[in-house]
């Protein structure tokens, strides 16, 4: 037998064989991918039988409530570091006004004294530091855009305009606020908070408005809206200050939230469909989900991608006009709430 020949017999041989192994190992005997084990934790609220909002969070679908339900308060983020779970929000006290608030754990901690109204809309831990982004009104009846670390209030506006300070993120020394302020023509310009140091992203001609802040290695991107010159909002991703839209401006539209993953970008948010009703909504590198089929109404404000798994915190109004609190993954739908009471869910975090 020639050396070729040898070489060929030999081929058919481990060719055979090879057959032979794949033939006794079917799909059916492959494990199957085992998904970790996470904690989905959703902040918000419901309201109660007086019909005020009780700050509520969920761990898994089950709901903690944060505040007794004798004033209205609101969950409005959630993030957890460790095995403590903190969340920031409000909660109005005897005389009306709403008080910044952060709950660790469940204990309460108020960020303002009531003197003055006063949100918390964003949460962030690095190490052993905590921020939240918000705003408190000054005694000219300005709201101030604001950043609490460890309690301690910095002011990134000085109260001329109206400000608000939405998203709070922190990069390693670097903390960013995304948010708006008002130019001298009245218009909000969605803008940029590096270490105290502001960016407009907009140029002030529309109004806009900048809900949410991710950064990605050197890249920081921003998620909120901008008018057009109908006046419409059209959604807007801002990455490294330049902008990208991602609706046409045929119908309003806004984002609230976005999250980076690897190569990935998502940006949850709402857009109306012809009838007139706000579909929860959900962008991923630009390309378009819809959450819900516009029969009610519906929003998307928070975005979290772990293990692979997309989650959406939102809401979603029954036949009866009641919201219910909703966590999308993967675009299958999750009831949080049974719809006898309004409820909304603002912000999703998870705990791997």
């Not at 609190?325 to 709430?337: D, F, I, M, R, Y």
Request: hydrophobic share 40%; with cysteine.
């Amino acid at each position: 037998m020639t050396t070729k020949i040898k070489f060929m017999a030999n081929m058919l041989l481990v060719a055979a064989f090879a057959a032979m192994v794949c033939t006794s190992c079917s799909k059916d005997n492959d494990p199957a991918p085992v998904e970790v084990p996470v904690d989905v934790y959703v902040a918000g609220s419901e309201t109660n039988a007086s019909g005020n909002a009780v700050a509520t969070l969920w761990k898994n679908g089950t709901a903690q409530s944060l505040s007794d339900g004798t004033n209205r308060a609101y969950a409005q983020s959630v993030y957890v570091a460790g095995s403590d779970v903190y969340v920031a929000g409000f909660e109005s006290n005897a005389g009306g006004y709403d008080v910044a608030t952060l709950w660790k754990n469940g204990t309460v901690q108020r960020l303002t004294d009531g003197t003055n109204y006063a949100q918390a809309n964003s949460v962030y831990v690095a190490g052993s530091d905590v921020y939240v982004a918000g705003f408190e009104y000054n005694a000219g009846g300005k709201p101030v855009a604001t950043l609490w670390k460890n309690g301690a209030a910095q002011r990134l506006t000085d109260g001329t305009n109206y400000a608000h300070a939405n998203s709070v993120y922190v990069a390693g020394s670097d903390v960013y606020v995304a948010g708006s302020e008002t130019n001298a023509s009245g218009n909000w310009l969605a803008t940029l908070w590096k270490n105290g140091t502001v960016q407009s992203l907009s140029d002030g001609t529309n109004y806009a408005y900048a809900y949410s802040v991710y950064v990605a290695g050197s890249d920081v991107y921003a998620a909120g809206y901008e008018s057009n010159a109908g006046d419409i909002p059209v959604v807007t991703l801002w990455k490294n200050g330049t902008a990208q839209r991602l609706t046409d401006g045929t119908n309003y539209a806004e984002a609230a939230s976005v999250y980076v993953a690897g190569n990935d970008v998502y940006v949850a948010g709402s857009e109306h469909n012809a009838g007139g009703k706000w579909v929860a909504m959900l962008w991923k590198n630009g390309a378009a989900q819809r959450l819900t089929d516009g029969t009610n109404d519906a929003n998307a404000p928070s975005v979290y991608v772990s293990g692979g798994n997309v989650y959406v915190a939102g809401r979603e109004s029954n036949a009866s006009g009641k919201a219910i609190a909703t966590l999308w993954k993967n675009g299958t739908v999750q009831s949080l709430t049974d719809g006898t009471n309004y409820a909304q869910a603002l912000s999703v975090f998870v705990k791997e």
